[in-house]
């Protein structure tokens, strides 16, 4: 039985991702002490100002020192703690990777890291700011779980989740504010991939922002008879093999959509599960090997084929190669 309902409309959510982040850590941290929240010189951007006036004892600032947070999170973690640790994606990966793999993962400890502004949503911060490859680096970390939440119902969901279970966790958030997928009150199930369309003919497989941009491709698809179902991939790792496959088995054809390199992003994952167990025609929509560049979110999509023009496109030269 599914959790999960589909909102009615699928417009921009009337809260920030980082807003109700921030709303649901308080929350928690209202009834756990060892809930604490870490920011490397961010917590304006984050919108992290309300938790640390609401517990100032546990909101830890720790500069421009994305390594040292990330040391100073493990620490914490190893007395008892629950650290929720935050900067930009690229800092949160590349800047800190070594002690994310030492002194989290090798070390076993209890770890949120969270990665804001994914991909073509650093925007005008451009390509020193916008990870591609965040999720790539995450991928190879053992026993890392990656998630990548497709709004805010999602993300309080599985925040709240996360305060219980024991692990590392890499969470990629848009702060800004998220197209509505899922009405509120949706639970949603880690290693379980939400089946949010059905569909007989091609399975399309995506996360994050990306969802929203398949739906409308989903609709552009059917007008010309082609019946897509949809994936939300929400949790990269460890990721529904059961669900890949299915849709291998029962579409046919797969395309995957993800504002991320395709090097070892969602489509590497994918391609991994169905190269092994049930070789069907695969597509794939995200960066291709490129960095990221100055601009709008709309104006990046055009210039890295995201938009739901490009999934259709994908989907019907997919198609062709179905048996």
């Known amino acids: ?4 309902k589909l909102s009615k409309e699928h417009g921009l959510e009337k809260n920030a991702m980082r807003t109700v982040y921030c709303d649901t850590l308080i929350a928690l941290a209202n009834s756990n002490k060892n809930i604490v929240a870490l920011d490397a010189d961010l917590m304006s951007s984050m919108g992290m100002n309300a938790f640390k006036k609401t517990f100032p004892d546990r909101m830890f600032n720790c500069g421009v020192q994305e390594a040292n947070m990330i040391g100073v999170a493990a ?3 190893s007395i008892g703690k629950i650290p929720y640790a935050h900067t930009f994606g690229p800092f949160a990966s590349r800047r800190c990777f070594d002690q994310i793999f030492l002194s989290c993962a090798y070390s076993k400890q209890n770890v949120r890291i969270i990665g804001s502004d994914p991909g073509i ?4 911060n451009g390509g ?3 990870p591609f490859e965040d ?3 995450m991928r190879t970390v053992p026993e890392m779980n990656i998630i990548v939440p497709s709004d805010s119902v999602m993300l309080e969901d599985i925040i ?3 305060e219980n279970l024991y692990g590392n966790f890499y969470i990629q958030l848009l702060r800004n504010n998220a197209v509505s997928i899922y009405e509120k009150g949706s639970k949603f199930t880690l290693g379980k991939a939400n089946k ?4 007989k003919d091609i399975t399309i497989i995506a996360n994050g922002i990306m969802v929203s941009e398949c739906l409308i491709a989903a609709e552009q698809l059917s007008k010309i008879g082609i019946h897509a179902r949809i994936l939300d991939m929400f949790c990269l790792k460890p990721i529904d093999k059961e669900s890949i496959l299915n849709a291998a088995q029962e579409t046919g054809a797969i395309v995957t ?4 390199n395709i090097i070892n992003g969602l489509a590497s994952a994918v391609s991994e599960v169905i190269v092994e167990e049930c070789l069907v025609p695969m597509g794939k929509i995200g960066v291709r090997d490129q960095f990221g560049q100055v601009g709008s979110v709309e104006y990046l999509k055009e210039v890295y084929h995201l938009t739901p023009q490009d999934i259709v496109e994908e989907v019907i030269k997919t198609l062709k190669r179905k048996k």
Do not use: D, P, Q, W
């Open 160 to 162: 709240r989740k996360t």
């Open 75 to 77: 620490g914490l973690s």
């Open 1 to 4: 039985m599914l959790n999960f």
């Open 257 to 260: 959509v993800e504002n991320h």
């Open 121 to 124: 949503t650093a925007a005008y």
């Open 135 to 137: 999720l790539a680096l």
């Open 128 to 130: 020193t700011h916008m």
């Open 196 to 199: 949010i369309v059905e569909g």
